[in-house]
């Protein structure tokens, strides 16, 4: 039973160009969670997303991010015209629609740099 | 908004010191789970706490839930270098799915 499957691991973009990362939940999850983690911090939640529905973007900036998980295939976090300060690692991960005692799994994250 | 904060944020014990971190929340939580994220990999899920009062073991690890639903401790018994890494408190909110992280603890080890 495949985890939750993050690709690209390690992604190289020069200032302006877009980002595209993807996650694949577990088998069985139905809810999707994006996370960004700057170096030596913490974990801050962007958005939170079900197949077809954005659930909770309260921690997306405004401007330039957009989040999807469509009907079939991955969930994708996109960056248009990235700057320095995108540069982080992006983990996703994903539940099932009753927790339970389960937690989060999280993929092994993308690690973005912006040149 | 949910603001979860962790206490200290750098922890550096001799191997087989005791080691704890503890975690406050702002608002009363609907449970409280714990990660382990190592340098370079991912956090990895440890436990959650529902009830009140809560108490649960892995082994050397030790889970508490205070009383109020808004804070809580992880203690480590006799580390070992294997438990290098950061421990993340992580709270969910009444009617939530979402998990708002903690600042996170970073152990180390001196062998």
């Known amino acids: 039973n495949a985890g939750v499957m993050q690709n690209p691991r390690h992604l190289v973009r020069r200032r302006g160009q877009e980002a595209r990362l993807r996650c694949s939940p577990m088998k069985g999850h139905s809810h999707v969670y994006w996370y960004r983690q700057l170096p030596e911090e913490g974990l801050k939640f962007m958005v939170y997303l079900q197949k077809e529905n954005i659930i909770d973007e309260s921690g997306m900036p405004k401007e330039r991010f957009s989040a999807e998980f469509p009907k079939e295939g991955p969930s994708i976090l996109r960056i248009q015209q990235v700057v320095r300060g995108d540069s982080a690692a992006y983990f996703c991960?994903?539940?099932?629609?009753?927790?339970?005692?389960?937690?989060?799994?999280f993929g092994s994250g993308t690690r973005l740099t912006v040149v | 908004g949910q603001q979860v904060m962790q206490i200290p944020q750098y922890q550096h014990v001799q191997e087989g010191e005791d080691f704890t971190t503890y975690c406050n929340s702002s608002t009363t939580l609907s449970n409280i789970q714990w990660y382990k994220q190592r340098p370079g990999g991912h956090p990895v899920f440890l436990i959650q706490l529902v009830k009140s009062g809560e108490v649960k073991k892995q082994k050397r690890l030790t889970f508490q839930f205070g009383e109020a639903k808004k804070n809580s401790s992880l203690h480590i018994t006799a580390t070992q270098t294997t438990d290098v890494g950061t421990y993340f408190c992580a709270g969910q909110d009444f009617g939530n799915e979402k998990l708002t992280f903690g600042t996170g603890t970073r152990l180390t080890i001196i062998p």
């Open positions: 991960a994903s539940s099932p629609r009753f927790q339970g005692y389960q937690g989060y799994t």
